[in-house]
């Protein structure tokens, strides 16, 4: 039994440090049909949960033992460890993903107003890509249209919102200003017309 409470801990510690080494501990738990999202949200199904509850099983049973505790009373520390640490891995994976979500949300909302280039064509009541400098960065995401209706490739839009990481956007300023110009021409030669008739 001991030999299986050591290896319990030596597993479920490898596994832990490499799920923080590889930023698994930011997963947000929407993976594997939402099979994470129980407990008030709690990722218990997550990999650095599930690290935490062997490595913590592993060592309170190797204390147990320790302790001179019988292998079948060990099971209690185990088993006992083995939660607290399960839980305590869950909150703090869930504090750490709303954190970095909140701070992504804050960057998203910084791009409202930035002018884009539609990288990808958005088709009617669909999803294209767009891309844009913020701050020195070149930045891509998905886009919308804000009517519903297509926008071809190549289009410089302004970026009126962001929903779910989704840019919305609309005909850039100059666009609006062209379109103006261009109906207030046509406008004038209409009435130049006109004119010359009478």
Known sequence: MLNLFILCATVGFTFLAGSLMLGHILDSGEGHDGAEHVHD???????????????????????????GLPELLALVPAVGLGAVMWIGS????????????????????????????????????????????????????????????????QTVVTIEEMVEGVAVVGPSVDQVLTLEERQRAAALNAASKQNQRS
Do not use: D, M, W
């Not at 990288?119 to 294209?128: K, L």
């Open 41 to 67: 949200g709690l990722p218990i199904l997550g990999p650095a949960s599930l690290s935490a509850l062997l490595c913590g099983f592993g060592c309170g049973g190797f204390l147990g033992i320790k302790l």
């Open 90 to 153: 869950a909150f703090i994976t869930r504090l750490i993903t709303r954190l970095g979500s909140g701070g992504r949300s804050a960057k998203a909302s910084g791009y409202v107003g930035e002018q884009a280039t539609v990288t990808v064509a958005i088709p009617e009541h669909g999803v294209g890509e767009v891309t844009f400098t913020s701050q020195g960065e070149v930045v891509s995401a998905p886009a919308r249209s804000n009517n519903g209706g297509a926008i071809p490739s």
